[in-house]
């Protein structure tokens, strides 16, 4: 009888692979979850730079809305209490009511003592505050109004930069002098 014997060092499965191709396997096992990671750092660098992380949300909310019953028919103005309870300031953009023909947000002017209303972009609420719509401050005008009574109430839009629309009602009051 006659034995083979192997002295060549190979295993029945084929050569045994050389430290070249144990360190290419190794990298290639490794680099999948450096890719993972390294896409992961670069998503949460650009979500920073935008300056949204960490940052709390504004907390709007509205009361008080009240519309003046119009003197005439050329103008009047409606108002309303709006408080911020974030840690994050918000900005009220405009105001639309299918209702009001044309509703725009407006600032109170003092010239030579003489104060009138002018129309402004937009009014900012910052964090942990209230603001307050008055006929001396800021409100919102309404040119060419529509027919009101007193206790009619007129759903209006506000708009806000970060917290988005928010719909309120506004009562019909008497004006005031």
């Not at 060549?8 to 990298?27: K, V």
């Not at 109170?108 to 307050?132: F, W, Y």
């Amino acid at each position: 009888m006659s034995t083979t014997s192997t002295t060549s060092g190979a295993s029945p499965e084929g050569p045994a692979p050389s430290w070249r191709s144990r360190a290419i396997g190794a990298l290639r096992t490794a680099l999948v979850p450096v890719l993972a990671c390294t896409a992961a750092l670069l998503l949460l660098t650009a979500y920073t730079t935008t300056g949204a992380a960490g940052e709390p949300p504004a907390r709007i909310s509205v009361s008080n809305g009240r519309i003046f019953v119009p003197l005439n028919n050329a103008s009047t103005a409606a108002f309303f209490d709006i408080k911020n309870t974030g840690a994050a300031g918000d900005t009220l953009e405009s105001v639309s009511s299918p209702s009001l023909r044309i509703a725009m947000l407006g600032r109170n002017v003092s010239k030579n003592g003489v104060g009138r209303m002018e129309p402004t972009e937009s009014l900012t609420i910052p964090a942990r505050s209230e603001v307050r719509m008055t006929p001396f401050t800021v409100d919102v005008m309404v040119l060419d109004p529509p027919q009101l009574s007193v206790g009619n109430k007129i759903r209006v839009d506000l708009w806000f930069r970060t917290s988005g629309q928010m719909t309120v009602d506004a009562v019909a009051v008497p004006a005031q002098s």
